[in-house]
T-cell receptor
Framework: EAQVTQNPRYLITVTGKKLTVTCSQN?????MSWYRQDPGLGLRQIYY???????DKGDVPEGYKVSRKEKRNFPLILESPSPNQTSLYFC????????????????FGSGTQLSVL | QKEVEQDPGPLSVPEGAIVSLNCTYS??????FMWYRQYSRKGPELLMY????GNKEDGRFTAQVDKSSKYISLFIRDSQPSDSATYLC????????????FGSGTRLLVRP
């Protein structure tokens, strides 16, 4: 089954304790991205990657790191989490082959609810 | 000012009603317009995709784009309780590789 898998689904941590949220896709997609979703603010892009070893900042990159060593994986790293990073996080992937076509779409994971105390 | 504005709702309608969901935007460079549906505790999934202006119909769903007014709509006919979800509009420029700008979402509740 084609899917984007995020882990963990729920995470409670304390300020300053490094954490990693994993993301993996099995569709051989070139493009992967991380979003955070907050009430009233919608989905905001954190980082994205156009391919292996190619990453770039989105709209809200401060406090986050990413890496893309393999095509299928795109982990999100919070080196020193703070309470303002409490949010619902989504990983998404897509294929450039579909760009501009009616089947162009982002495939989203099921989300990671992060609480930083 | 946000690039994409969407009324957060909630919008509560009886089963069978016609639902109209809307977004306005400020960037005239947007060319691709999408509606995503998000069920509670799930990731968004693409519902409708439209390029430039015009209408597109898929079953009970119709997406409408009015570029002159910078306004897009999603209509749901014969709404069902299973349509209860948050609906997010999204759009991108032609020269932007998958950089989608999302609205904040409208929560829809269809009452049986």
């Amino acid at each position: 089954e084609a899917q984007v898998t995020q882990n963990p689904r729920y995470l409670i941590t304390v300020t300053g304790k490094k954490l990693t949220v994993t993301c993996s896709q099995n569709m051989n997609h070139e493009y992967m991205s991380w979003y955070r979703q907050d009430p009233g603010l919608g989905l905001r892009q954190i980082y994205y990657s156009m391919n292996v070893e190619v990453t770039d900042k989105g709209d809200v990159p401060e406090g986050y790191k990413v890496s893309r060593k393999e095509k299928r994986n795109f982990p999100l790293i919070l080196e020193s989490p703070s309470p303002n990073q409490t949010s619902l996080y989504f990983c998404a992937s897509s294929s450039f082959r579909d760009r501009g076509r009616s089947n162009e779409k982002l495939f989203f994971g099921s989300g990671t609810q992060l609480s930083v105390l | 000012q946000k690039e994409v504005e969407q009324d957060p709702g909630p919008l509560s309608v009886p089963e069978g009603a016609i639902v109209s969901l809307n977004c306005t935007y400020s960037n005239s460079a947007f060319q691709y317009f999408m509606w995503y549906r998000q069920y509670s505790r799930k990731g968004p999934e693409l519902l409708m995709y439209t390029y430039s202006s015009g209408n597109k119909e898929d079953g009970r769903f119709t997406a409408q784009v009015d570029k002159s007014s910078k306004y897009i709509s999603l209509f749901i006919r014969d709404s069902q309780p299973s349509d209860s979800a948050t609906y997010l509009c999204a759009m991108r420029r032609m020269d932007s590789s998958y950089k989608l700008i999302f609205g904040s979402g409208t929560r829809l509740l269809v009452r049986p």
